[in-house]
């Protein structure tokens, strides 16, 4: 592995599901189509998107919990091979997840020390009393619950969902990761916390070199922390880049809706009206993704919309600064037309 190569990637990855309806009729569910991602060393990317996006659906993939349908995961750039839809518990060792709901994430009939000394007898064959209680004990420190003997002998419904969180990412590390996925990991909390966890992240981002996921539907409060900004809408990713300029500069009509769409204390009045009365102008809702539109999957709810837009999905366009997106409006051939 060389000091560019990800520690973790997916490659054109498509994941879709088949159901069945009442009836017993079969469809397919396109929940991610063509995603592509590099997670580094020390990094944080924020995936976002408004919900049914595909953000979780890639998280799970990543974390080898759904086999792709095609495309594939590379764990330092040697692909990740599944048996009977399963990966071995190596990869889970490098892999952690993080959810958004810490109390659902928790074993309720056990205590905090038996949800942190079980990775440890698991991944590192740790067995001794005295070593356990020493491992949890700086586990919990790690994660600023202290005094950690105060924490470790109390069951989840105990604590608060803060602190249940700050458990859920203790356990996360007691593998030692080199990658920590977080599916929403603050938005169950309370705002005056999520701040806190934020910061939490930030540190063990940079204590330990972890390359972080991080999914959010709120673009802007990814601004805190990210170094990259990826833009998921229906399935597909539709941007990327570097987060100042992707925020500052949308280059997709979906992620300036992202944008406007933010709390924004500076923002005018009307533009708050314009806002609200969006649904009015034609944005409407995400559409099916048994049967999405044909063509750009936003093209249904985008002002810009042209006639390619209804015909053809647009390619990637790479751009200046490491930029990217997929939108007829910045092709090539739209811009020497």
Not at 180 to 206: Q, T, W
Not at 257 to 271: C, E, F, I, N
Not at 296 to 316: G, K, L
Request: with cysteine; net charge neutral; proline share 7%.
């Amino acid at each position: 592995m060389t000091a560019t190569t990800p520690v973790l990637s997916a490659v054109d990855v498509t994941k879709h599901f088949t159901v069945r309806s009442a009836v017993g009729a079969r469809s397919v569910v396109r929940a991610v189509e063509g995603a592509s991602l590099d997670l580094h060393r020390g990094r944080v990317v924020a995936l976002v998107g408004e919900s049914g996006s595909g953000k979780t659906t890639l998280a799970r993939v990543l974390a080898g919990f759904y086999a792709p349908t095609s495309g594939e995961v590379a764990l330092e750039g040697v692909p990740v091979r599944q048996r009977r839809g399963r990966v071995e518990r190596g990869y889970h060792k490098d892999v952690q997840i993080v959810f958004q709901d810490p109390f659902g994430s928790l074993n309720p009939l056990h205590r905090v020390r038996h949800n942190l000394e079980r990775p440890l007898r698991l991944h590192h064959g740790v067995r001794g009393r005295a070593e356990l209680d020493r491992r949890v004990r700086e586990l919990l420190e790690r994660v600023a619950l202290t005094p950690a003997e105060q924490y470790a002998d109390k069951f989840p419904h105990e604590l608060s969902g803060g602190q249940r969180q700050r458990v859920v990412i203790a356990r996360a590390l007691a593998v030692e990761p080199k990658v920590l996925l977080g599916d929403e990991p603050v938005s169950m909390l309370d705002v005056s916390i999520r701040l806190e966890m934020l910061n939490l992240l930030d540190r063990l981002r940079a204590e330990d070199g972890l390359a972080l996921l991080y999914i959010t539907h709120d673009i802007a409060g990814a601004r805190y922390l990210c170094d990259e900004v990826v833009v998921m809408y229906a399935g597909e990713m539709v941007e990327g880049g570097p987060k100042e300029q992707v925020i500052a500069d949308p280059l997709h009509p979906y992620t300036r809706l992202l944008v406007d769409s933010s709390p924004d204390p500076g923002r005018g009045a009307r533009d708050r009206e314009r806002l609200f009365d969006a649904d009015a102008d034609g944005l409407g809702e995400p559409p099916s993704l048994i049967d999405p539109p044909s063509g750009c999957r936003f093209h249904p709810r985008c002002p810009f919309a042209m006639d390619v837009c209804r015909t053809q999905a647009p390619p990637r366009t790479d751009l200046a600064d490491g930029r990217w997106t997929r939108c007829w409006l910045h092709h090539p051939t739209q811009e020497t037309e």
